[in-house]
Every structure is written in structure tokens, then in C-alpha cells.
């Protein structure tokens, strides 16, 4: 039977903590695989211990029950996920999410071009590609670090594989398919590889397709969604379907101790809706090439790699969010099509087919790292960044106050980085690890003249914004700072504890200092948090300075059979981004806000951990398990800060026996009371849910089942945002029910899953 925490009381949260210290399958130094899944800390740096190493079964099992490579995740401590779309969540580490996370997909720095970040980084990379994940939680190295104030992700994609000595070539390859019932959610994805000693040619392609999902319960009144014929049942969460295509293409030439790699990726993503934006996307296309040098010498090794990104993506309402607009279209709840096109002001009326919305965007960079080894003890770091960021967003005119010309939310928009860094690490003896590090960042942001869609004055005060945008210096350059000291000490083959301090700094992202308009209808498209609010921009924006103290205590058997791992953590953030008021507030209801430096202070803990059970006739048993606590306040109001997790634990029962890998998996939440005001964030119950797998593989062949949310509960997504899904969402605060505020995105209810890997 499932264990409902609802609210999570104190009986059942001491029982949680006391079981959750012996649990997360963190396996020890040695990396651990499954096919092309790997996750683990790099072999070549001792620290930081919070880096994760989560298990290859536990990412095998998941490549059938999700296809957001976020997900794969879920286990590492210290991380949460901000609700998005189905394939594009929002990684958290430790309450700070998004931009404020650096994350790295094959070496490259990818930016979520979006108003509202719909193609975050990890998006365009399908889970059964990924090669390496790893996680940086907490105190980060500055040689990985650099541009935020949280942890780092840094994902790679399947590594090239070459013919043995003597062998000649080879042809290698793994065919797979999946399918979920809620959502009636099905997939593929192929990869091949032919190589030769000093060759090698792959191909990865993968897609993947879902209609809208289904909570485990009604949650909402009406079922009408804007567009006349078109309805939703009260339990159908609007707005979650998706159906993306990614392809990678690979070119690797390997001679001694150089490899050279080339890569070229393409995405289609035809359209990927969001039940918590006012927008969904209906294309995003994705141009990618990756070049890369690997040299290994005996002085230590030089990595180089020069990247190139264009991104096209479009927005508008999907098929569950009111179209039609205007006097013509029809007044109450549904919207009729009309034509043609008219535009405020006519005498007719007023027509107004859907907001479109356009972003293009061009990213180019360039890294030099080398690690020299100067003793048996000591390796220094040491190397450097570019990155050229473009983006330009504009929305089309469409009718109505829409027009007649073209509104530019961002016009030119400009993001340049420089970086350099230098890290030391050394050894002093079998019980004493340091890393030493300091990292310059320079970023320069610049944007051209905003225009509104009219020159007229109607249709909000666009003509008078944009005019004072255009007034205001727009080009900024920030010279920022990162340090980074970690200390690990060892006095016990049983024991260790890592202590360190890091100061990181982040500049504001282009959305954050130009988007300029406070009229209600533009500025909820700018939106990335997902709170139904709408947000405007401030040029004058200072970067965020966040330092951090952290510890990991970690105990564990000498052969890594048990273990466990505390890390407690406080973060004060100077220039802390967060919104503020503007003119009208209104509670329980949406609002416009404004971006705003403050301060902010965050503290937690995470733990994690895993322990074998027994040993039977019928297998082996053990449990391993996650925990993490985090408080964020806004030091200067005293307002919770936005989207914190709540006390959250993930249990696992294992269980292994010949070809057979099984689990049972208790999450439970506890009850969201700390939330902020100033967003008007509404609180969610607690939950828990009950969670089953099963894998059976033989040689070349894996078949996966599953069953997530095993008895249907219903619950709310502490991180999923405020539902607007369905309805008028271009109003900010409709009157006639399609959407109001107060509704929380809801989770899904119980779903099945089964998938097949063939290897050839």
C-alpha cells in the first residue's frame, strides 16, 4: 500500500530521514555503465565529492518511462525540476534554477533563445544518446564553472568508438522503442557506428511523440478551451502534448595519442506546448556543429573545441489555447475565425489570428583547456573561453492591437563572454586533497531600439516605454569574479569530510535587461518561471555574486558495499534577480513584475546514500535513496523566494537475480507552505507515490516495464508553475472562466510503460 504524507507529519519525516541515510546508489570511484549510459565525477579530479555519480542501471531503467533528458536526474542530490514542457525541464540545484545553472551539452554552452526558455540546452539532446551526465552541485570548480551561481551539468553525447588492434573494422549499432499509456506516448531511436582502427562514422536519431496527459483526478471546473468545438475533460492537463526529432551525426579520426571529432546535430521540433505559458511552441529547429581535439601527452593533456548553434524557433497558440481574437472572432468564452485581418481602430471591428512570436539566435564559441601534471601530487588547469551570442525576437503582427507593425521584444540583442581560469590541485598525503582555483569572466550585453507594433500610443503605452528603453545606455560590460577552495580531508579508509567556499558571479541574461514593455498582453510572453505573471526587463540590471560554504560528510564500507553522504550548504546572494511590483498589484491574481537586484539567502541539506539487504535464493536486495532540504528568503523583503523544492525523498528497493533488474520506489513531498508573495506562488499539498520497475536483459537485448504513480494519486507539481494551459490566455486575468488564477499544474496520473533495446 502507498504512504500518503499529507500533510508529511513529523512521525513519518523522522522515519524518511532515518531510512534515507543508508541510500542512493553512488557507487565508488570506479565508474559503472550500461551500454552507452555513463554517469559519473571526472576520473581526473578527486573534488568535489557533491559531484554526482549516480548508478548506469537506474539511467537504463528510466530511457523507457521519460523522454526528457532532464529527468535523468532525478537522483542526484541537490536537484529539482522546474515543470516546462514534455521534454524540456528546467534543472535546479539547490532552489537555483535555469541560467543560474551551468550547463554544457558536448562541450558546448547553449542558451535557451526563448522569451520563456522553451529550448533550454538539455532539450536537444535525447536521453538515449547521452554518453556522460555529470553533476556539480554546491562548490563548483572555476574550470567548469564560469556565468552562474549554482552547480554545473555537463552532458555528453555517445563517445566514438574504434577498432581494436588487429581487428580490422566494425559495425555496431542499437535499435529501441518505447510506449506510455498516459499520454499514449511512443518513440524510437536508432544509432549505428562503422569504424575502423583510426576511423569512425556513427549516426544517433531518436523521436519521440506524446497527446496531452491525464491527472489522477478532475482538477478543474470547466472543460473549454477558447476555441469554439474544442474541449477538454476536467482530469486532461491542456497543453503537455509534444513530438520532437534529434539527429546526430559523428566523424572521429584517432592517431596515437590525438583524437580529432567532428559532430553535426539537427533538431525538429514540430511543436512542444506548456501547460504553465501563455504561449507554446509550434517549430524549433536546431543547426549545431561541434569540433573537438584531444591530445595526451606526457606532460598531461590539451582539450580544444570551436561550436556553432542557429536556432529557429516560432510560438503561438496551440490547439488548446484560444486562437481567435477580436470583436469579430465572437465575444465570450469561444473564439470563431475571422477574415481578414483588422487591426484596432476599424471600423468593421477587430480580427486577430493568434500572436505569433520569432526567435533567432546564433551562438559561437571556442574553449582551450590543459591539464598539466607538475608532480605526483600536483595538476594545474588552466585555459580559456569565447562565446558570441546573438538573438533577435520578434512578433509579427496578427490583428487587433496587434499591429500594424512589428513589435521587437529583443532587436539585436548581444551576449559576448571572455573567460579565463586557473585551478590547482594537489595532494599532500593519503589523508589531504586541496583545489584551488580563480576564474575572470568578462561579459558584454548590448541590445538595439525597441518599437512597439504602433506608433500611434494605443494598445498599452508602447510608444512611450519604447521611447525610454531607446534613451537608456544599453551597453553593458560586467567584469566578474569566481573563486573557488575546496579541502578534502581523509582520516579513516571508512570516512572523509570535503569542506569548501566559492564566490560565483552571473550576468543578467538579454530577456532579464531589455525586454522593455509593461503592457499586460507583451509582457506575460516574457515569462521563463512559469508563474502566469509577466515580467519587464532592466538595462541597468547588476550581475548576481553568490558565496557559498559547504561541507560533505561521507561515510561508507572500504569497498563502497554501503555508504553515506551529508552535505549541508548557505548561499548569500548579493544582487539577487527577483521581481518586484509595478504600478497595480492585486492579490490572488496574475500581475506584472520587474525585474530587480535584492538579496537572497539560501541553506539546505542533501542526503543520499545506499545499502545492500540481503541475499537470497531469489536475488539480491538492497535500498538506496535520496533526501534534500532547501530554504530560500529574499533578505531584503523577508518573501520566500520563488519555486523552492520543498523536503522531498526518493526511496528505492532494489532488487537483482541473473538477467532480471527491479525496482520499488517510494517519493514522498512534503506539504508547499513557504512560497512568494510577490509572484502570488500558491502553495501545493504533500504527496507520496509509489513507483515500479522491472528490466530483464540478456546478451544483446533489454525489454523494460513499468508502472509510475502505481495507485493514481492525484497531486500538485511544486515546481510545475500556475496552469494556463487552456483558454483566453492573451487576456491576463479572464472573466469568463477559461482560466483563472489559482490552479496549479497538476502531476500525471498512473502510467504504463514498457521499451525494447536491441543491440547489433
Request: proline share 4%; charged share 15%.
Amino acid at each position: 500500500m502507498s504512504v500518503r504524507l499529507h500533510p508529511l507529519t513529523p512521525a513519518p519525516l523522522c522515519l524518511l530521514i532515518a531510512i534515507a541515510f543508508p541510500v542512493q546508489a553512488q557507487q565508488s570511484a570506479a565508474p559503472t555503465s550500461y551500454g552507452n549510459v555513463l554517469i559519473t565525477a571526472p576520473a581526473e579530479r578527486p573534488l568535489p565529492a557533491n559531484s554526482a555519480n549516480l548508478s548506469a542501471a537506474d539511467l537504463a531503467a528510466r530511457l523507457a518511462a521519460s523522454s526528457d533528458t532532464a529527468s535523468l536526474l532525478r537522483d542526484a542530490p541537490g536537484v529539482s525540476l522546474y515543470g516546462a514542457g514534455g521534454v524540456s525541464s528546467l534543472p535546479a540545484i539547490h532552489g537555483l534554477a535555469d541560467d543560474r545553472v551551468r550547463i554544457k551539452v558536448d562541450g558546448m554552452d547553449l542558451i535557451a533563445s526563448c522569451p520563456n526558455h522553451m529550448n533550454p540546452a538539455l532539450s536537444y539532446v535525447d536521453p538515449t544518446n547521452i554518453g556522460t551526465l555529470k553533476v556539480y552541485a554546491g562548490i563548483t570548480p572555476v574550470s567548469v564553472g564560469g556565468d552562474s551561481i549554482a552547480g554545473t551539468i555537463v552532458a555528453g553525447t555517445v563517445a566514438p568508438v574504434f577498432a581494436a588492434d588487429g581487428q580490422g573494422s566494425l559495425v555496431k549499432g542499437e535499435a529501441g522503442a518505447f510506449y506510455r499509456s498516459n499520454g499514449r506516448a511512443q518513440g524510437a531511436n536508432l544509432s549505428a557506428t562503422y569504424a575502423t582502427e583510426s576511423l569512425s562514422l556513427s549516426y544517433a536519431g531518436a523521436m519521440a511523440k506524446a497527446d496531452n496527459y491525464e491527472a489522477a483526478q478532475d482538477f478543474k471546473s470547466g472543460t473549454v478551451t477558447g476555441r469554439a468545438g474544442h474541449e477538454l475533460s476536467r482530469d486532461e492537463v491542456g497543453s503537455t502534448a509534444y513530438d520532437t526529432r534529434n539527429h546526430t551525426l559523428g566523424l572521429a579520426l584517432k592517431s596515437g595519442n590525438h583524437l580529432i571529432e567532428a559532430k553535426v546535430g539537427f533538431q525538429d521540433m514540430p511543436y512542444q506546448l506548456y501547460p504553465n505559458q501563455r504561449m507554446d511552441l509550434l517549430d524549433n529547429t536546431q543547426h549545431r556543429l561541434n569540433l573537438r581535439y584531444l591530445g595526451h601527452f606526457n606532460w598531461g593533456t590539451v582539450e580544444a573545441r570551436a561550436y556553432h548553434e542557429i536556432v529557429d524557433h516560432f510560438m503561438d497558440f496551440g490547439a488548446d489555447k484560444r486562437f481567435w481574437y477580436g470583436s469579430l472572432s465572437g465575444a465570450g468564452a469561444a473564439g470563431s475565425p475571422c477574415a481578414p485581418i483588422r487591426f484596432m481602430g476599424d471600423s468593421i471591428g477587430t480580427c486577430a489570428g493568434g500572436m505569433p512570436m520569432s526567435t533567432e539566435s546564433k551562438t559561437s564559441g571556442a574553449t582551450l583547456k590543459a591539464s598539466i601534471v607538475l608532480s605526483q601530487q600536483d595538476m594545474l588547469h588552466v585555459g580559456g573561453e569565447l562565446q558570441r551570442y546573438r538573438l533577435n525576437d520578434w512578433w509579427p503582427a496578427s490583428g487587433g492591437g496587434m499591429g500594424p507593425g512589428t513589435f521587437w521584444n529583443v532587436n539585436n540583442g548581444q551576449r559576448d563572454r571572455t573567460a579565463l581560469f586557473g585551478e590547482w590541485e594537489k595532494r599532500f598525503d593519503v589523508r589531504w586533497a586541496t583545489s584551488l582555483g580563480a576564474r575572470f569572466e568578462r561579459v558584454a550585453t548590448d541590445a538595439g531600439a525597441a518599437r512597439g507594433y504602433t506608433t500611434m500610443g494605443t494598445a498599452g503605452n508602447q510608444v512611450a516605454e519604447a521611447n525610454a528603453f531607446n534613451a537608456k545606455n544599453r551597453d553593458k560590460s560586467d567584469n566578474n569574479w569566481d573563486l573557488a577552495a575546496l579541502a578534502r580531508y581523509t582520516p579513516s579508509t571508512t570516512q572523509s569530510i570535503e569542506f569548501g567556499f566559492a564566490r560565483k558571479v552571473r550576468s543578467p541574461n538579454l530577456h532579464e535587461r531589455y525586454t522593455w514593455s509593461s503592457w499586460p498582453m507583451a509582457a506575460t510572453m516574457n515569462n521563463f518561471v512559469g508563474d502566469g505573471n509577466g515580467y519587464v526587463g532592466n538595462p541597468d540590471l547588476k550581475p548576481e555574486i553568490a558565496h557559498t560554504l559547504a561541507a560533505t560528510f561521507d561515510w561508507h564500507a572500504t569497498d563502497r558495499n554501503w555508504e553515506i553522504k551529508a552535505t549541508p550548504y548557505y548561499t548569500r546572494v548579493s544582487d539577487y534577480i527577483d521581481a518586484v511590483r509595478t504600478t497595480t498589484f492585486g492579490v490572488n491574481q496574475f500581475n506584472v513584475l520587474a525585474y530587480a537586484n535584492q538579496s537572497a539567502r539560501l541553506y539546505g541539506l542533501d542526503l543520499s546514500g545506499h545499502m545492500p539487504l540481503l541475499k537470497t535464493g531469489l536475488g539480491s536486495f538492497g535500498l538506496k535513496g535520496v533526501l534534500t532540504y532547501t530554504n530560500g528568503t529574499n533578505r531584503d523583503t523577508g518573501d520566500d523566494l520563488y519555486n523552492i523544492m520543498p523536503l522531498n525523498t526518493r526511496l528505492t528497493l532494489t532488487h537483482t537475480q541473473g538477467g532480471w533488474d527491479n525496482g520499488l520506489e517510494l517519493v514522498a513531498v512534503a506539504h508547499k507552505n513557504k512560497v512568494s508573495d510577490v509572484r502570488n506562488e500558491m502553495t501545493t499539498p504533500g504527496y507520496s507515490l509509489v513507483n515500479l520497475r522491472a528490466s530483464y536483459s540478456w546478451t544483446k537485448v533489454r525489454v523494460d516495464f513499468g508502472v509510475e504513480n502505481l495507485f493514481d494519486r492525484f497531486y500538485s507539481l511544486p515546481l510545475g508553475g500556475a496552469y494556463t494551459g487552456q483558454g483566453r490566455t492573451m487576456s491576463m486575468n479572464p472573466t469568463d472562466g477559461t482560466m483563472a488564477w489559482g490552479v496549479v499544474v497538476p502531476g500525471m496520473g498512473r502510467s504504463i510503460y514498457t521499451g525494447i533495446n536491441v543491440k547489433f
